[in-house]
Every structure is written in C-alpha cells, then in structure tokens.
C-alpha cells in the first residue's frame, strides 16, 4: 500500500514559470515531510522540509506547502530554471516509526529553456 | 565540507562474488542507512544503524551484510551478488530520530553484476 504518493510521472514547464509538483499521503501519523531532488547516476540531493506544525516553509526558490486536512503537500519552483529538471521524490516520516523515510515514487521535472 | 561520501562510484563484479561497498561521513550524525535503488523507483532502504545498534529490514535478503567499525564508517558487503542486485547503493546519514529527521545522501555507488 502506497503511503505516499506522487501521481504526477512527470512534468514539463517553460522556463521562468511556476513548477508545481504534489504529493499526497495516507498515514495520518507523518509529522515530518522532505522533498529530495535526484540527478541521474548521483544520490538524492536533500532541498526542502516542513513539520506537521506549519503549512508553508520557503528557501530561496523553493517553497513548500502542506494541507493536514488534505493529507496533501506541494512543491513550489519560482521561477523554474533548466537546471532544476531532474526526479523530485516526495518523502515521509513519523516519531513512532524510527523516522524511517517512506517515499513516493517521484516525479520527472523538465523545465525547458 | 561536511559530507557523506562513497567509494567508489562505480563497481564491477561477477555474478557470485562477494564484493563491498564503503560509506564514510564528516557530520558526525548518529545514524547510518543503507539504501538500493533501481532506475525509476523509491529508494528502498536495506538497514540502518543508530550509533552501534543495528536495525534490518525485514525484506533484505540475508546475502547483504553490514558493519559499521566507528562513527564515521559504514560497509555493505554482498556475500553472493546476483544479476538481481545491480543497482545503485546509497549511504545516508542523520542526526537521529530525536535530534534530526532530515537524511543527507552520499553519490551513491553504482553495482554492476556481470
């Protein structure tokens, strides 16, 4: 059973334009999410978090949102570079489960230029 | 820079023999884990280690194998690789359940089984 999910295989933006990439989650348990950028052939590169206690947290470009109540959470690239087009996974965690990462299967950005 | 590192990039073996893999960090963050990835999927995690304490993951076939001889140091050793295991090995460290929750990824080693 799918705890995490990213719907969306893949994405395609206009360079300079909003990326949006979703993920929803079932176990009402997470209280921790992380979003992880990976290039092929190199490891996930950590980019962004959000605790269950807030529902935005901004770094530079990047900005996470997340909706408890829709048990759903949002990456936000503004504005979208060539560079950014790599896999983004989506992952979660929660205190009674050792903060083991549960992850979603990723989604494809391509920004072109 | 503080960081997860791993040798080498890329591996080579026959089918059958053992080989192993290395993980070393500069965080000096409590926990360890072991992950293999296949093209196109999640990261699966294989085991972990919260400073000597070892944690397996009831799916990891027993022909993968860990140590870890000090903080800074984590090995993988498959006993008996078979095609099945070609992939990619990624080493994570954390400051632990209860001081971090964020993993930090090394390059990862690619394994090919020939």
């Known amino acids: 059973d799918q705890q995490v999910k990213q719907n969306s295989p893949s994405l395609s933006v206009q360079e300079g334009r909003i990326s949006i990439l979703n993920c929803d989650y079932t176990?009402?348990?997470?209280?921790?999410f992380l979003w992880y950028k990976k290039y092929p052939a190199e490891g996930p590169t950590f980019l962004i978090s959000i605790s269950s206690i807030k529902d935005k947290n901004e770094d530079g470009r990047f900005t996470v949102f997340l909706n408890k109540s829709a048990k759903h959470l949002s990456l936000h690239i503004v504005p979208s570079q060539p560079g950014d087009s790599a896999v983004y996974f989506c992952?979660?965690?929660?205190?009674?489960?050792?903060?083991?990462?549960?992850w979603g299967l990723g989604t494809s950005l391509g920004v072109n230029p | 820079d503080a960081m997860v590192i791993q040798n080498p990039r890329y591996q080579v073996t026959q089918f059958g023999k053992p080989v192993t893999l290395s993980c070393s960090q500069t965080?000096?963050?409590?926990?360890m884990y072991w992950y293999q990835q296949k093209s196109s999927q999640a990261p699966k995690l294989l085991f972990h280690?919260?400073?000597?304490?070892?944690?397996n993951e009831a799916d990891t076939p027993d022909n993968f194998q860990s140590r870890r001889p000090n903080t800074s140091f984590c090995f993988l050793d498959i006993r008996s690789p078979g095609l099945g295991d070609a992939a990619m090995y990624l080493c994570?460290?954390?400051?632990?359940?209860?001081?971090?929750?964020?993993?930090?990824f090394g390059p990862g080693t690619r394994l090919l089984v020939l």
């Open positions: 280690y919260y400073d000597k304490d070892f944690n």
């Open positions: 992952a979660a965690s929660d205190a009674g489960n050792n903060r083991k990462l549960i």
């Open positions: 994570a460290t954390s400051r632990g359940p209860q001081g971090g929750e964020t993993q930090y």
């Open positions: 176990n009402s348990m997470f209280d921790y």
């Open positions: 965080l000096n963050h409590n926990v």
